[in-house]
Nanobody, 126 residues
Framework: QVQLVESGGGSVQAGGSLRLSCAAS????????MAWFRQTPGREREGVAV????????YYADSVKGRFTISQDNAKKTLYLQMNALRPEDTAMYYC???????????????????WGQGTQVTVSS
């Protein structure tokens, strides 16, 4: 049974940093994709960054390029999102997502991911 558990969210002031973690248990796949999404009330879930497992690269939403970094520790089966220079508009619930087989250009589409975590809240104050 695959389980994704996020941690690391919290409240920070604008300009601050947070590192989110996503621990994957029961997930032994070596391909596919893992990603971070975020969502605020009343809005659709938004793709933040994707990590193509197997070395095919990483991609970011334009709104976070240069500020956020996605990475993976394969030995620990953990996905990270380092968030620097945080802005109030980054406030959202952040979700980890994974799919062991899907790989493609439309990484920002939540329907492409089979497994989801429960989310961790990030709040950035001005």
């Amino acid at each position: 049974q695959v389980q994704l558990v996020e941690s690391g969210g919290g409240s920070v002031q604008a300009g601050g940093s947070l590192r989110l973690s996503c621990a994957a248990s029961g997930y032994t796949y070596t391909g596919g994709s893992m990603a971070w999404f975020r969502q605020t009330p009343g809005r659709e879930r938004e793709g933040v960054a994707v990590f193509y497992v197997g070395g095919a690269g990483t991609y970011y939403a334009d709104s976070v390029k240069g500020r956020f970094t996605i990475s993976q520790d394969n030995a620990k089966k953990t996905l990270y999102l380092q968030m620097n220079a945080l802005r109030p508009e980054d406030t959202a619930m952040y979700y980890c997502a994974a799919d062991p087989f899907w790989y493609g250009s439309s990484w920002f589409n939540p329907s492409n991911f089979q497994y989801w975590g429960q989310g961790t809240q990030v709040t950035v104050s001005s």
